[in-house]
């Protein structure tokens, strides 16, 4: 359950409270040796615990670490409300969580809609991927994937994606930007 990094460190997103780069792997014992997974986004860390909840180290703006606030911890924060977690994911500057209720939760930059909240707001707290009317909500995800800018997902044995499309990367045959999924 032990976690260790190197390299970059001007975050604090090797999770061992400090800032110095490391070229050699280092304990990020602010995990406390009880990780199951780890996601990495640009300058942040991000954990999945054996007790099912995720911890984040690092950059916080745009509201990576995902504890209500947009500012750096050195020291591991809990993911404010999300507990009961499967599986854990990160682009460039977002991470999204599919509960075991096969929900999908993402925070922190949805500059490109990439958060499912039909809108380019970011979110320093969990959301739930939302349908293109905001009324809907996906609750049949069997797994997800992220891009830099884009979140897929499987829900119902269906592909849906949204965020940037700039390149195709949504495969829906455009390069429009997708703020929401269709309803499901």
């Not at 996601?39 to 984040?56: H, N």
């Not at 745009?62 to 020291?75: I, M």
């Not at 069997?142 to 499987?154: K, N, P, R």
């Amino acid at each position: 359950g032990t976690v260790w990094c190197w390299g970059h460190n001007a975050k604090g997103q090797l999770g061992n409270n400090s800032t110095m780069d490391s070229s050699i792997p280092i304990e990020a014992t602010q995990f406390g040796g009880v990780a199951d997974d780890v996601a990495l986004s640009q300058l942040t860390t991000c954990a999945l615990l054996m007790d099912k909840t995720v911890a984040c180290v690092g950059d916080g703006s745009e509201g990576r670490l995902g504890n209500g606030a947009n500012s750096d911890s050195q020291l591991a924060v809990a993911v404010s409300g999300l507990t009961n977690v499967a599986q854990l994911v990160a682009g460039d500057y977002h991470f999204c969580a599919r509960k075991t209720d096969n929900t999908l939760w993402c925070w922190g930059m949805g500059y490109y809609g990439q958060l499912g909240q039909n809108s380019t707001a970011s979110s320093n707290v969990p959301v739930q991927m939302k349908d293109i009317d905001g009324t809907g909500v996906f609750t049949q995800v069997s797994d997800v994937a992220i891009g830099g800018y884009h979140t897929c997902f499987v829900n119902n044995a269906q592909a849906y994606c949204v965020g940037l499309n700039s390149h195709g990367q949504l495969g829906d045959g455009t390069t429009i930007n997708k703020l929401s999924p269709p309803g499901n």
